[in-house]
């Protein structure tokens, strides 16, 4: 089949994201409620500095990471992220073994959210989401509101996001503009209530371990801090502006979510010169010193501010998951079902609502088993790291030699740097004695997704072999490596040397 024929069939969606929503896409989707119900936990952990000095470690090497995002959206901005850059990696089966686990992740953070909603209700309504209890899984007891309530949100942002980036892509940039307003004030007003904020930092570091180990082991959490900002590859074929602004729109995501987790882990540290008279009783350092330094004035503030938290994340993860899953399929690599996009909007409608299929069951099996899913699936997104910046090791040359590819020792530097991070983040979470690793039941959950999916790729294995390598580079890149080496072989010429093109778009010399 000629090459101009299947790019014609080769399924598109519509350019509609504005750079201002795919910025708001990345930091929405970093920022969760993680950054307002960890800041205690992370200050036992490693002390107030030690923790902003982690996550601002951390911040640095995702934003290495994130050059290798760019380099790889500015060459192929296509839907698929981490599938998309492993088949340029490493060919078909590593493709869809990262796609396979970066889906869980997306699936289980959307999940996740839906709880973490639940949650922050059953802080601030305890009475009624303490009702109807119906039973416990691994100790926590599960109750219909909070079933209920998970649920109604994931068909909700379902919905939405059946009716195109549009409305997804302009609620994601409001919701995280109230988010970062929320977190300003909160800071702004627990400094000026407090009396010595610099002072009642102190301890700056954990004095149960030295200052090198506290902050390692916050900068061991930066790959699920960060999550999210991986969510802007998958969102690349739906750019109205020009794919160069895409690191640019990553960076400024992740320095604003490190500000954001700096100011949430501050506030917690700097309102009171003693934390242990804060918080007894209750496992929310944070929310206990807000109400205690801002009333229920504070509390409503906060509040607000993870709700945007948690439904920009819900937004997010629904718009990479379903784009993910259109991509495996435009590959062959999943069922024809998942690459039916509407005929006005062009969204894939049914990968949106398969997320929403799988999504609906997890919150019945309650809140710590969920956190399972979502400790192991940290593996997968490590993994779609650790491809792109393969990929973008592989498409970037250090010299001229390296004929077809674009010159850039700098970016090639940084993808090599980002390799060894993403090999030491995958390292920290399955090496036993590391202290970020996996908890037992998530190497069982591991173990078993693993199995699904090759069983699955066994089903699937003739069908996505079926395509040749040209159709497949075509169906998953939007164009053939031959030609991409060629654009870049024809762009690094003077003017007067490229070759003259006929009406064709053939070079003139091959017209016949």
Known sequence: METSE??????????????????????????????????????????????????????????VIASSYGVMIKKFPVSGGGFTYAFIAAGKVWAFICGWFLSLGYLSIVALNASAFTLLLKFLAPDFMNRY?????????????????????????????????????RIQFYFSLILIGGVVILGLFTLGVADQPFQNLKPYFSGK????????????????AYVGFDNVPQAAEEFNFSPRKATMLIVASLFTSALIYAIMIGLTAWTFPDLSAIGQGNLWLTGDIVVSALGAGGLIVMAIAII?????????????????????ARARALPNVFRTITKEKQTPIWGIWFVA???????????????????????????????????????VAWKQEDAGREIAPVKKALALIGIMASSAFLALLLIPVSPAALSMPSYILLLAWTVIGGVFYASMRKRYNSLSQEETELYVLGKTIASEVMDAQESSLPDTKKPSIGMDGLPAKQIT
Do not use: H
Request: charged fraction near 10%; hydrophobic fraction near 55%.
């Open 133 to 169: 209890y119906l039973y416990s899984v691994a100790g926590w007891d599960v109750y219909a509101p909070e079933i209920i309530i998970a649920s109604a949100l994931i068909l909700l942002f379902a919905f939405i996001n059946t009716t195109g980036t549009s409305l997804s892509g």
């Open 6 to 63: 299947l790019s014609n069939r080769r399924r598109k969606l519509k350019k509609t994201l504005k750079p201002s929503w795919v910025f708001a896409i990345a930091l929405g989707s970093s920022v969760g409620w993680g950054a307002f119900i960890l800041p205690g936990d992370w200050i036992r952990e490693s002390g107030p500095l030690g923790a902003m000095i982690g996550l601002f470690i951390g911040a640095l090497l995702m934003m």
């Open 209 to 224: 371990q030295s200052i090198l180990t506290s902050i390692l082991v916050i900068v061991a959490i930066a790959p699920w």
């Open 357 to 395: 299929l799988i999504t609906l069951p997890m919150p019945w099996f309650g809140r710590q088993a969920l956190s399972w899913i979502v400790d192991m699936s940290s593996t997968g997104v490590s993994v779609a790291y650790l491809f792109t910046c393969l990929a973008a090791y592989k498409v």
């Open 308 to 328: 945007m938290g948690i439904f920009t994340g819900l937004n997010g993860f629904y718009m990479s998951a379903s784009r993910l899953l259109f991509s495996m």
